[in-house]
């Protein structure tokens, strides 16, 4: 039975599968990386602490749904 078997889904396709239900969203793509980037870079030259904090959030913090829990 070499034809039957499946093909393991890429790292990618995992994630796409389970979506971010953290209280902050964060980035799941390189697009969604661009404009929190784009954020952050105007809240920084705005001197929004509080939109700097949350762009930093949005980029930095492990997410369940993107980085694999390693053991």
């Not at 995992?14 to 954020?39: F, G, L, S, T």
């Amino acid at each position: 039975m070499s034809g039957a078997e499946a093909e393991q889904p890429s790292a990618a396709e995992e994630a796409a599968k389970r979506p971010c239900a953290c209280v902050i969203a964060h980035v799941q793509n390189d697009e969604e990386r661009a404009r929190a980037q784009a954020a952050l870079d105007n809240a920084l030259k705005t001197n929004d602490a509080h939109a700097v904090f949350i762009a930093c959030l949005q980029l930095m913090q492990p997410c369940p749904a993107r980085d694999e829990v390693t053991r």
